[in-house]
């Protein structure tokens, strides 16, 4: 009796353990690895996680942009920080040879792509094709600001936003468009009255709020849990654009309205001057780029933008602002290397500093340096003949993108603030 009650007894020890390890390993199969996003398959060889949603809505319209030649690049800044930091494995991983979903399983409501409408050349019918696939697509348009200075053009529309849901994850397709100045300019995402605001989280998108301007990328091809996409060679650099990246418009309405009551000045002392000061804006800019030195239109160069988006042909300056802080030693000498001579400098860096630089035919480079205080900005000015100082106040601003004589430039967003702060509330005579 005593034999029997030890068999019986190690056989319900041996079958109570085998049944606590296949829990175990059900338990870690069907809920630890799905929780940690590492899900295992039933089936050899199977690849992890590519069954999540976001990854097949991807997948889907890179299949459509791929068949449709819809020249598109990843632009979402999430997944670009997450690659960035794992560029050169990235890099050397083959098509097919991922072994799990490390970048677009990540939960998250949208992937964020750019268009190059430029290079766009079958527009017609891939909308269809898109819903025809599964997709749910919104397309939202505006007027085209580069037509804006032309009143038979001005109303013409183009797209600026195609967003795309497969069930619950949406593309933010933002159309990239090129500008004068060589850089690519997006829209403001703004919807009009008939738009289900519903059909996604639409605040939560991170392009759109306002529109954008961006240097022309340099692109290049990865490949990313098992798909192919174009992004940014140097997505550092475009990830440092995007916060800063903030576009606002020259108003030609405002500006055809100033000379109907101002008639422009087209002779032909005028028309030089402002060849003359575009010449040296451009070489300016190029100056400061090579520094790596922030600057914006200030003083009357920036009354001619926002008044009549140009220059105003009577002031006899280009006129630039620079944060103190961004102040390099050797930007005098930067300046004469491009053979711009000083002509002055007053204050010091330490307080209201201001330089001026010598151009062709009398034009001169004023630049002043801003100083924050807290609840406002400064700049100094000293009078050339009697070296009389002067302190000149302002709201606190940000900078804006901007264009301006066929450039991207920076000026205040704050930009009647700014104005006003300088010249008071009645510009428009002066």
């Known amino acids: 009796m005593s034999r029997i009650n030890k068999n019986v007894i190690l056989a319900l020890l041996t079958l109570t353990s085998s049944a606590f390890l296949l829990f175990q390993l059900y338990y870690y199969k069907h809920y630890l690895s799905a929780k940690n996003g590492a899900g ?15 990854w097949r809505a991807v997948k889907k319209f890179i299949m459509l942009t791929s068949s449709q030649n819809v020249p598109v690049f990843l632009i979402d800044p999430l997944l670009l920080e997450l690659i960035n930091k794992n560029l050169e494995q990235v890099k050397n991983t083959s098509h097919g040879s991922t072994s799990g ?33 599964g997709f749910q697509c919104l397309k939202i348009e505006s007027k085209d600001p580069r037509l804006d200075g032309i009143d038979s053009l001005s109303g013409t529309e183009i797209p600026l936003h195609y967003i795309c849901k497969l069930a619950t994850h949406a593309i933010h397709l933002v159309v990239f468009h090129e500008r004068s100045g060589n850089y690519l300019w997006h829209g403001h995402l703004r919807l009009k009255g008939h738009i289900d605001r519903k059909f996604i989280p639409f605040r939560k998108l991170q392009f759109g709020r306002y529109a954008g301007a961006f240097d022309r990328p340099e692109l290049q ?26 576009f606002i418009e020259c108003r030609y309405k405002e500006a055809r309205a100033f000379f109907q009551q101002y008639l422009d000045d087209n002779t032909v002392e005028a028309v030089a001057f402002r060849k003359r000061a575009k010449e040296l804006l451009q070489l300016a800019a190029r100056t400061l780029k090579k520094l ?52 002055h400098k007053f204050g010091k860096v330490e307080d209201s500093l201001e330089l001026s630089f010598q151009g062709k035919d009398d034009i001169k480079l004023d ?56 010249y008071g509330k009645n510009q428009q005579g002066m």
């Open 101 to 133: 979903c490390n970048f677009f399983c990540v939960p998250r409501d949208f992937t964020a792509f750019a268009l190059q409408y430029h290079l766009w050349k079958n527009e017609e019918g891939w909308f269809q094709i898109a819903e025809n696939m």
């Open 292 to 343: 790596g030195v922030r600057f914006w239109l200030s003083s009357g160069t920036c009354l001619g933008w926002y008044r009549q988006c140009s220059i105003i042909p009577y002031s006899k300056d280009v006129d630039l602002g620079i944060f103190i802080q961004d102040y390099k030693s050797n930007i005098i000498s930067a300046f004469q290397d491009a053979g711009l001579p000083l002509k």
């Open 40 to 54: 295992l398959s039933k089936s050899k060889g199977s690849r992890i996680g590519f069954d999540s949603i976001q």
């Open 367 to 422: 630049i002043f340096f801003f100083y924050e205080e807290t609840d406002h900005m400064w700049n100094g000015g000293t009078q050339a003949k009697t070296g009389k100082k002067f302190k000149y106040l302002f709201p606190k601003f940000t900078l804006c993108w901007t264009e301006f004589v066929d450039m991207k430039v920076h000026v205040p967003c704050e930009t009647i603030e700014y104005i006003e702060a300088n």
């Open 221 to 246: 091809q990865i490949t990313v849990d098992g798909l192919e996409v174009l992004i940014p060679k140097d997505p550092a650099h475009f990830l440092e654009e995007v916060p800063h990246s903030r």
